[in-house]
DNA sequence: GTGAAAGCGCTAACAT
DNA sequence: ATGTTAGCGCTTTCAC
């Protein structure tokens, strides 16, 4: 059935248990010769250590559990890409766990898988600022686009790139924009209206907000017509998955962007540039969020548990300005066609 | 540390730590009332079965492994998707590895996880068949569009779907085509063409081959210039990914899509929808296969191991048609503009 | 239906 | 530097 043990190697190879253990986990505590010879003797039995012999001593799982808040959103695709590789590097495995949108699956799978890793990634949780904060007390954890006061988060700087949309918008001439909001229970979705009514106010803009609406495509509809009823001339969605369902809508209704109505999202997920007219939208560097992630945790985890600070990693974001911002005809018609 | 052990739960509850393990893992073996009382108990006591423990005495983990050949490609994110949440249904957790397209690195991860999981999900493996029967004669595995004789699959059908897309671009009159092969150790690629040249053959259609290229959108550039060069007014690409990658060499080239040349992709992946033109491709029920390997993967855990046949599940394509294909106007100028 | 006890394969004191 | 020896928390015969 499975392979062979510690106990055949150390056989073998003429040593104590002990001995092969250390080659493996600790190679410098064991004497040069003994060390090649055990590794030898281990590779020609085809000796493998078993992962769960060695959790139950140690408590040290060698994986680590990536929770999403929805799988179906490709915008994570890329942090689940980097955090698996980066986890890879380092010889960890790496959990996938979709919590579908819903703070009670996340809590229930985070408990579930709890015991089998070594510490998780939480990429935009739904759940309330305590619970993450009691986990984190509990279990190593990193935070992905949410921050929580004493918990280590690495969030794509948003703050200045929300400032930088406004701008843009503003300086095309728009002076009324409105923020199609993300899931209530989103954080990020606060963080950026927060930011974006700032930079308005400082900017002259005049700024609403419209939702909560699922960031996902077929809210795009409702979201979409919402907007249009505001007579808003910009509309920033909470996500590129948001405002592609605008886009979408939009067409449909014979509006015409960027002419009559602009709209910008976020994430610069790969169909944003695809997509017609092509989007504009604050990117980051997700991939690299994934890797550092993990990175973090990575070290929170061989470190010493004494009081590190929390590190908060903020990752700029890139404004990327494709064809679906544009100056507003009928509120500027400055230029040659006249409003819709 | 960790929590509660079997052993406070079985002293609270006043009875043997057999009996508890019972209650868990084989209820129907313990008589009602200690049932729920030990039940009961665990749960005031917030007793949580230690998973490496368990493991290790039964070889049971509870964990299955998804190797996907490229975690890159938006394409597997619906097989993910759906094998996540069949995983999670049972109760099972998902190990994401991904394979970079090597076959050394899938083989090498393979045996890295092989003893902290139950079974192995591939997707689109690069292995050769015979390090496949191997593996799936050691271990419960479960090959997604990879087909290898004795070793259950499930694959997206797509011989007679790649007839209906020759027979589709036959009927819009082409009478040439190019089929850009994905890589060279890609089963899928082999036997899309050999579907695309029987179809073609039968339908009175020249089809050539060209490649192999990586299944990315930056290879679509090479590919385009060669497909041009073959004087095929139609092009099947071997995924969306290269097909859009085309799609843009195309434009930058001033080739107009589809009246200069048509093009097709397979997956349907979510940007197909999207591009410029949208593409036709042919798609399939990912999620359901994703969904449909884990099923038999538990199956094959749970039933006797005794010879089941190798099943091999095939569920139907579907060609979408979108704007990426059409008449030829150089081919067939009874439409109203001339040739490019 | 329930209990006693022997491991599963490994690590980690503690010795030497 | 290496060996001895307890367990880690659970499952699983084997008794009763």
Redesign the interface.
């Known amino acids: 059935?499975?392979g062979p043990t510690i106990y055949d190697v150390a056989r073998s190879a003429g040593v104590a248990t002990s001995t092969v253990s250390r080659a493996f986990t600790n190679p410098a505590r064991v004497g040069e010769a003994t060390r090649t010879r055990v590794l030898e003797v281990a590779r020609e039995l085809g000796y493998?250590?078993?992962?769960?012999?060695r959790?139950?001593t140690s408590?040290r799982?060698q994986?680590v559990a990536m929770v999403v808040s929805d799988?179906?959103n490709?915008h994570f695709?890329e942090l689940?890409?980097g955090a698996?590789?980066r986890a890879?590097a380092a010889?960890y495995?790496?959990?996938?766990?979709?919590a579908e949108e819903s703070p009670r699956i996340e809590q229930e799978?985070i408990?579930?898988?709890?015991?089998?890793v070594d510490g998780f990634l939480l990429a935009a949780s739904r759940q309330p600022d305590a619970d993450l904060a009691e986990l984190a007390a509990s279990r190593p954890v990193v935070l992905i686009n949410r921050q929580v006061r004493g918990v280590p988060s690495v969030v794509v700087e948003h703050s200045e790139g929300c400032r930088q949309m406004v701008a843009h918008l503003a300086s095309l001439g728009h002076t009324s924009l409105v923020y199609l909001a993300g899931p209530r229970n989103s954080w990020m979705a606060g963080s950026r209206w927060a930011a974006i009514r700032a930079a308005a106010t400082e900017l002259g803009v005049t700024a609403h907000r419209s939702g909560p609406y699922a960031p996902t495509v077929s809210s795009g509809g409702a979201a979409a017509d919402a907007a249009i009823g505001t007579g808003a001339s910009a509309i920033i969605a909470h996500n590129d998955l948001l405002a592609?369902g605008v886009l979408r809508r939009l067409a449909q209704r014979s509006v015409r962007v960027p002419d009559d109505v602009s709209v910008v999202g976020f994430d610069d997920i790969?169909?944003a540039d695809?997509?017609?007219p092509a989007l504009t939208t604050l990117g980051g560097p997700h991939e690299q969020v994934g890797r550092a992630a993990v990175e973090i945790l990575l070290d929170s985890l061989t470190t010493r548990q004494d009081r590190r600070p929390a590190l908060h990693v903020a990752p700029p974001s890139q404004l990327v300005i494709r064809d679906s911002t544009g100056t507003p005809l009928g509120a500027a018609p400055q230029r040659q066609g006249g409003a819709g």
Request: charged share 20%; aromatic share 4%.
């Open positions: 059935m499975s493998e250590p078993n992962p769960h012999a959790a139950l408590n799982t994986t799988i179906t490709p695709f689940i890409r698996e590789m890879k010889e495995t790496l959990v996938l766990v979709n799978q408990r579930r898988v709890a015991r089998s592609i790969f169909a695809l997509c017609t």
